[in-house]
């Protein structure tokens, strides 16, 4: 869908804010976070570049350079930029950008296809064990130790499985397509290894060193 | 109003002020000659104390310098360290309470009133009083007149509730609150600015009364947050009040438990643990000592810097811990940061600097003043927001969740933790039963699971919803945080095409009828006396300054030199003829000149019993 500049109508790459003649554009309704950013839809992103628009699109928008705008223009700056800030949490987040463009497939949802494998329901439990067994311990203890371990391991997990989902994404299947509910229960799997890697964090924070 | 259009259509943009409000000093900044720079009269520092000292006799309070001298005369008549309730309720401030010598009540809203000599006062009145005398201050460095925007500082640390307080505060003075910004923010833009092109930094702010730490990516004058994390309930009062719980143990027997409760004797030891804490930043051991003529009491005691370090390491831990969370929040380690900025008068202590280099593994930043640089930080701001240039961006974070309530207790989150300011989201709920026509909302701040354990920010309540079936009407509750990191929450029904819009009225902050109300209660504000309020403050307080500096002034001359005593004598004489003055900038001079002179004095005051105690001892081993 291409959308026109209010102002200069050149063509819209951001759907928040013309780049060319700096118009903030009025959005009936929230812009994609892809086209808030001016992308297009795909489970690949380069991080860098991704935060490289963020910045060029708040030099244009941001609130702080409206001081001295009418008070409507302020609150589109403060209401785009909003818009701006919650597309880039998304598309930054790998998790969060595939989630995103299940839903938007037609896929199904994070509360559908929950049910996990047996097997690995029982690894699961085990680094739960492994997690308490650390924090109970404390820092420098051996269980603290394995627990460290067991981070390297999630990390390689989870970056086995999230390769599965981006090459399952891309290039982006039909909408409604049944790869969206296997992609689902992989990025439910995430999940469970997200949970853990968080404790595991949470333990390094309070630990005493 | 005329002079900001005036300065549009010169195209010259307005000055807009940048204030750290802090809880020991207060410091007013702005952008002149292409930087930011902290706003100096002549003979003075710029560092405003915190503090404000109401005489007995229900004369004006007084602001500034002065307080801190007639804080040892007359130490119950002085308030302290006001930030610490800023929208805060009594529960949440028991501890701090001691640094405020009058009877503390909560009103109807839930905040904090102090009983000073028969009015009451809520911290944003006390902070009032000290805004506008930050403000009379930069009015007398400036030729022009310097309007009344500001940017005002915060700690990033401060919840919904506290940042109200605080714009509250600014508005009862008067001044017009162009922006709150997070304090390691602003330190970390006049640092970027000052030294740094791009890369991560982190700010360490050890202030008087909190704690903040940021991670920040700069790249080429973009200034993002990454992370932000701290504790409002950290700060070099500890500090003082670890040293202070030392000499309490020893005296206790001596004085008793009654003594030990009067506040006359907390005040003095607060004091002398704050002066014997900054004697330790620069030597290896430091007297402490206490001497209260009227209940005579002499105290003395060494203390080794390690002895201080040892007290000082579970607060300095809990610091450390916030850092780890700040690093952890932002996806780092301590050696992906480039630079560690040193902000707040605590990062002296040179265990705090120890044990941040240690933390980062690499030797803080010391060259910019860490107690100037969050308000040359503001005045950065100000400089942006007034136009003044676009080559500088500042994208800052939510430091606390925002979220609802659940029917169970818990916490719903709907904004997380640093996501970048302004943000918006919006969260779906219906009814639990049949024809149920409202929806009660809480709404929450903090991180904790369970709604009780974090602060509640305000109750609202959905009505008019249509009789329908449970679960059929869809409630949207949009919460929208602005760039200040402020809340502002509205609710609508949308399944039948009827909306409803509510905003929430924050618990501790004030309606713009409140504000009104009390500007207008207030005479402070008559723009037509104010030179003759001036003159009349001015009045009573060389009076003041007059009967306190001779009051003592006999005994303490066989110490003083005779240029000394001239200095003073000739001081005080312009004093009493000043009696009859009307002219405040005359007034001013006098009461500045007595007291540069009297500065003497009152060190001999102090220090006299000391001294005596230590007689035969060289000048090297005090």
Redesign the interface.
Known sequence: MTMICSGCESELASHLVCESCGALQVCEESPTPFASMGLEPSQAMDSGALKKRL?KL??AM????F??SDAATQQLA??N???L??A??ILASDMARADWLVRSLGGPDENSERQMPQSFLIEVMEWNELLEEARDSGSGSPEYESAQKLGVTLQAERAAIMQGIDAALTPLPEAGSPTLTDVRKQMNAVRYVDRALEQL??L?????? | MAFIELNVLNNEPSPILGIDLGTTNSLVAMWKDGRPQILKPEGHDGHIPSAIYFPENAEQPIVGQAVRERALVDPTGTVFSIKRFMGRGLKDVAEELSSVQFPASENENGQIEFDIRGRMYTPQELSALILMRVHDIACKTQLAGLGRRIVITVPAYFDDAQRQATRDAARLAGLEVERIINEPTAASLAFGLDQMKSGTIAVYDLGGGTFDVSILAIDDGVFRVLATTGDTHLGGDDFDRALAKLAHDDLIDQVGEETAQDSAFQQALRLSAERTKIGLSGHLEAEYRIVIPESSIRYHREIKRSEFEELSKPLIERTLVSCRQALSDAGLEATDIDEVVLVGGSTRIPAVREAVEQFFGRKPHTELNPDEVVALGAAVQGHILSGGTRDILLMDVVSLSLGLETVGGGVDKVIVRNSPIPCQATETYTTNVDNQTGIKFTVIQGERELAGDCRTLGNFELKGIPPMPAGLPRVAVRFQVDANGMLSVTAKEQSTGQTARIEVKPMHGLTDEEVESMLKASYDFAQDDFDNRRAADLRVDIARMCRASRAHYEEAKPALDRETIEDIDEALKAGDEAASSNLPDELQKVRDEIERATLPLAAVLMDAVAKSAMAGKTLDEL
Request: charged share 25%; no cysteine.
């Open positions: 910045v708040s030099r941001h609130p702080d350079f001081g001295n403060i209401d930029t909003a818009e800030n919650a880039f949490e964090a949470e390094a924070v309070q630990a005493n060193h």
